[in-house]
Every structure is written in C-alpha cells, then in structure tokens.
C-alpha cells in the first residue's frame, strides 16, 4: 500500500496578509510561498510580527514581507545565513537574505531557492540549527505581562470581524504596542482618536509603527 502524500496546510492569515499587499508584490509572494511549500510539505505558516513566517519542527525556517515597493525573503538560522553569505546570495542585510526584491526575476532560479530551503530543514534534521535571536540573545530578559484589551477598544475591533481576526493574529508584542499608545492617552478626545486610527491601520494588516517599516 502506497503511503499517503501530507497535504499542505494553507494559514488563512497568510492569505489575507498576501491578498492586501501591493499588486506588484501578489505574485511574487505567492511564488516563494509555494516554494517554501514545495520543499517541504512539513511547513507551517503563522503570522509573527505582522508578517508570514515557515516554521519546520518547530523552529523558524524564513518569512516572507511585502513593502510599499519591494518584497523580501529572510531566511532563519545562522548556518544557514553563513551559507548564503558565502554563497554570494545576500545582497543587504537588512533587506532579507536576498535584497529587495521588485519581480521574479529579482530571485535566483525555482531550483536553487529550494535547495537553499531543503538546506536550512537539514540543520534542523540534524540539530545544527541556531535561532538568529537565541546567537545574539546575553541576557534573557523577564516576560512583560500581558496588557489587558481595554473594553472601548475590544468594541471598536468588533467579534467576529476581519480587523478583529487580524489583530488575533498579531503578535504579542504587536499588539502591546497599540495597548501602550492608546491607554498612554492623558485625554478622553486622545484615545477615541487613538482607537479610531488603530482600527483602521489593524484591518489593513499595518503594525502600530507601520509608517517606519519599509
């Protein structure tokens, strides 16, 4: 009896994230998420820091983000960043592993991407794998505690609604940037317009800091 193919589980919340990004970003996302998928049919999606993120056995694999004018694929695990790097493929730092990217034709070959990809679960298979954030990480610091949702802003977010999926969907720490601004309002007027504005930018997928990002 042939075994069974393991179906590839698709994260509404990444669709979501991809169908607001600009046109020009549509396709190139959706490209490097199926690559990523072709790789391997073990990869889970999840929205991390407002953005998509490929987990593989429970460590990050590489996330993807789409900008106002380009994308960008990171991939996670220092050995794998050594190999990159070694292999010329990193361009920026800053800008993801591979550069900004502006269409297709800004990444490497379908075969080489997904080599790199079957590269980086392989330090995971064999335990080699390194969190960027574990490498640089001293000091553990001591988790904040939660801010609780204030009722005036859970009723603006709404039950059951887009904006209100995505923000479950933010990260903790994302969503402790919004809780910070609005109860930081000395003003009544203040946090209404507070509320006002973070809704809005909430259902278009945008982090509080959004206007500094990309």
Wanted: hydrophobic share 40%; proline share 4%; net charge positive.
């Amino acid at each position: 009896m042939s075994g069974r193919t393991k179906t590839v589980v698709m994260n509404p919340a990444v669709d979501a994230y991809i169908d607001r990004a600009k046109p020009f970003a549509i396709p190139i996302l959706l490209h490097l998420r199926g690559l990523i998928h072709k790789a391997s049919t073990e990869v889970v999606e999840e929205i991390k820091w407002s953005r998509p993120f490929f987990s593989y056995k429970g460590a990050i694999l590489c996330n993807i983000s789409g900008f106002t004018k380009h994308c960008s694929i990171g991939f996670w695990g220092t050995e794998i960043g050594a190999v990159l790097r070694e292999a010329g493929a990193v361009k920026d730092e800053g800008m993801g592993s591979l550069g900004k990217i502006t269409s297709l034709k800004d990444l490497p070959r379908d075969k080489v991407l997904v080599g790199w990809l079957k590269q980086a679960m392989g330090f995971v298979d064999s335990g080699e794998y390194t969190s960027p954030i574990a490498a640089r990480r001293q000091v553990v610091k001591a988790a904040k505690a939660e801010i609780e949702v204030p009722s005036d802003f859970s009723e603006a977010l709404g039950k059951g609604t887009k904006t209100a999926g995505v923000w479950a969907g933010f990260s903790p720490s994302c969503k402790r940037e919004y809780l910070e601004w609005i109860t930081g309002a000395k003003r009544a007027e203040t946090r209404a317009a507070r509320i006002v504005s973070a809704v809005g930018w909430i259902g278009e997928g945008k982090q509080r800091n959004w206007k500094y990002q990309g």
